[in-house]
């Protein structure tokens, strides 16, 4: 059930370019009408809008290789070519360099200059002249465009103006005024330059004497002249006190494992000597031949006299001196191997200390070695900086002479411009068309995305093999009611009523539909208006069949309640228990065009009476006396009485609430439905806010059916 869910809800989140396409083109003719009103209101602009003229001044920033480019680069901080002629393009287009070209021109008082505003009381003349000029500067700074040519030193400035002679008077004054403001800025920095690096230069100085002096305190007071040497010669004793103490604990070891095998063959002398270090010692070999003798003479002693005989004692008592023998030289040995141990262990524990204090002289060497070369780059700092300050200062003193000097040169002067500017106007209708046209067709796409959740719905029901079959719209209502919709005033929900009419219309018109006589109406859950539509669509069929409405929903009857029938008249479940018969619960009211079955008395164990075999005799009769009966069911995923129901009834159309329930909600309760193998007419969507257009297809023919020649009956 899941996968197929989510089937279904990937199927409905696809973007569905071909239906988008037929909805555009479907709407094409306004399309093409709002492209047509777009294009209109261009050719009106482009009228309106006067002509414009640009001229044009070329001039070049000269890279000489000589030595006035120091100067250049002492000007500008060390900045490279490139960097410099950037820089040399944005002085065009600062706001002090437009200010200056403003006042050289008396921009001010020209009226296409001026501030286009109303008379201000409070504001005094000088404050207007700042005011003006400023808005002079910023329309002169808009007007101005600076492009450099690529791969060469020329620039274009170019200005463009209502007035020919005008942009070509103010390009050439452009060219003129930055080569003066160039050289100003120049001579301006020059004068500051050598004092400014004189005086830099003798505090560079002062710091760089301190930083030597403080470097030479730190040799003395930790006594060293090169301390990598000294770094060197304490790893180096660390890395052999290191291997030492290695070699030292490999003897220990060596001799640990020799006093365990010692002990454990004391007394087990074949085993004993085999070990390579008792094997060696001269000691213990002599008290082992010793042994050996005295063994292979008591031996013999055995073979020829008994224990009692002087022979056989003397013989016994040399076997136990010498195996005495034997073990006193282990213990000796045992004890000549401790000796070893502790020695070596002695030996470690000084080669530990001498560790421990070689790598503290080390960490104080790292900490010297630290604060040294913090010191020495403090010093080459200062000695690289005094060294250029230097050679700024030489620098500046060679070629203040040549401050005066510009770099730029006019190359080209401004015309005045015989032809206006092109408005490009092919490209400007061009993009109104299609700016027009991508703009009408988002507002139609947007308009019919207010109706995607309709669309949404249709896919899910088409998923599961049914249809929409109405579509109705929310109404007001008075505030309070509770109850189920039994009358609607046809002067103000004329929609509501011809949306009721529809779904009426499209099952009559439906081959299949139209044949099945009993029809259930249930919803998803409570208060989707199943009720309200039950009555209406019973009242709609009423106005050209016999038509009965039945209440099945005997845990929240609200039918009777809704028609204002009497809750003592007996119903369905009087039927079921066989206390009345069907002609005692039928209510037939003249202001209704359709006879009614309440749900009688409320049962304690609804799912119990719907369960009864009768109900299905008691729709065999209705079924036989009324051409169609509409039975309201209880919400499908609330309680399963619509599943028992559905049983005995030709099919059941779900009412679905737009406003509440999701396409995952809505699939969920088709799947349920689909697993009980229960027979879905068609979805009603209830309570949406815009109906036009949402049939399509098939069913647009069944809006404009004519039942006027209907046959009705009472």
């Known amino acids: 059930m899941e996968d197929h869910n989510r089937h279904v809800l990937h199927h409905d989140d696809a973007i569905d370019i071909g239906e988008m396409a037929s909805i555009i083109w479907g709407r094409k003719w306004f399309i093409a009408l709002f492209v047509l009103l777009s294009i209109a209101i261009t050719y009106n602009y482009l009228q309106k809008v006067p002509d414009r003229y640009t001229a044009s001044t070329m001039i070049m920033i000269k890279e000489s ?274 000796k070893k141990m502790q020695i070596e262990r002695s030996n470690l524990l000084a080669i530990d200390k001498s560790m421990v204090e070689a790598n503290r002289r080390l960490q104080d060497l790292g900490v010297i070695e630290f604060e040294y070369q913090k010191l020495r780059r403090e010093f080459e700092a200062n000695l690289e900086l005094y060294e250029n300050l230097m050679k700024r200062l030489k620098e500046s003193e060679m070629m203040r002479d040549l401050a005066n000097a510009s770099n730029i040169l006019v190359v080209e002067k401004a015309e005045i411009p015989s032809s206006p500017n092109s408005k490009k106007e092919i490209l400007i209708y061009g993009l109104a068309m299609m700016g027009s046209g991508l703009l009408a067709s988002l507002v139609i796409l947007i308009e019919a995305l207010l109706a995607s959740k309709v669309i949404q719905f249709r896919k899910v029901a088409k998923g599961y093999n049914t249809k929409i079959i109405g579509v109705v719209p929310k109404i007001k209502i008075r505030k309070g009611r509770k109850r189920p919709l039994s009358s609607v005033d046809s002067s103000k929900h004329m929609n509501f009523l011809e949306a009721i009419r529809s779904t009426r219309t499209n099952i009559l018109l439906d081959a299949k539909l139209s044949r099945q006589k009993v029809i259930a109406i249930t919803s998803i859950s409570p208060n989707d208006g199943k009720s309200s539509l039950s009555i209406q669509i019973a009242r709609s069929f009423g106005e050209l069949e016999k038509t009965i409405l039945v209440d099945a929903d005997l845990r929240f009857p609200s039918i009777g309640d809704a028609l204002e029938i009497n809750k003592n008249i007996p119903g369905l479940t009087n039927l079921i228990s066989r206390q009345n018969k069907l002609s005692e619960t039928i209510n037939k009211s003249k202001e209704n065009k359709f006879h009614v079955l309440t749900a009688g008395y409320q049962s304690k164990n609804p799912l119990l009476f719907l369960s009864q075999p009768r109900l299905k005799k008691i729709i065999e009769t209705l079924k036989n006396n009324y051409k169609r009966v509409v039975v309201e069911c209880p919400p499908v995923m609330s309680v399963s009485d619509a599943f028992v129901i559905s049983k005995h009834v030709d099919s059941i159309y779900l009412v679905v609430d737009v406003e509440k329930t999701s396409k995952g909600e809505l699939a969920n309760a088709l799947e349920e439905i689909a697993q009980a193998n229960i027979k879905v007419g068609g979805l009603i969507l209830n309570k949406v806010k815009k109906t036009e257009k949402y049939y399509g297809g098939a069913y647009s023919q069944y809006l404009r059916a004519d039942f006027s020649h209907a046959p009705t009956s009472a």
């Open 65 to 338: 290789k000589n030595s006035s480019d120091t100067l250049q680069n002492l000007m500008s901080g060390g900045l490279t070519s490139v960097e410099n002629t950037e820089t040399e393009l944005e002085l065009l287009k600062s706001r002090r360099f437009a200010g200056q070209i403003v006042d050289s021109l008396n921009l001010i008082h020209n009226v296409h200059y001026q501030m286009q505003s109303g008379y201000e009381p409070y504001v005094h003349s000088e404050q207007l002249l700042v005011k003006n000029r400023t808005f002079a500067i910023d329309k002169l700074t808009a007007n101005i465009k600076v492009t450099k040519k690529a791969g060469t030193n020329l620039v274009k400035v170019s200005y463009e103006s209502h007035s020919a002679a005008h942009s070509a008077t103010v390009a050439n004054e452009i060219a003129k005024t930055f080569i003066h403001f160039k050289e100003e800025l120049m001579e301006n920095k020059n004068q500051d330059k050598a004092f400014w690096l004189e005086s830099k230069l003798s505090g560079v100085k002062e710091n760089l004497l301190a930083a030597e002096k403080r470097i030479s305190a730190h040799q003395n007071e930790h006594g060293f002249i090169d301390i990598n040497s000294a770094i060197a010669v304490e790893e180096s004793k660390l890395a052999k006190l290191t291997k030492e103490k290695y070699d030292k604990t490999r003897v220990v070891e060596r001799q640990e494992a020799l006093k365990e095998q010692i002990i454990k063959y004391k007394y087990s002398p074949e085993d004993l000597f085999s070990i390579p270090d008792v094997a060696a010692s001269q000691a213990l070999n002599r008290s082992k031949n010793k042994l050996q003798a005295s063994i292979e003479a008591f031996n013999q002693v055995k073979l020829r006299y008994g224990p009692k005989h002087p022979a056989y004692q003397k013989a016994q008592l040399l076997f136990d001196d010498a195996k005495n023998e034997v073990t006193a030289e282990l213990d000796n040995h045992i004890k000549l191997v401790d």
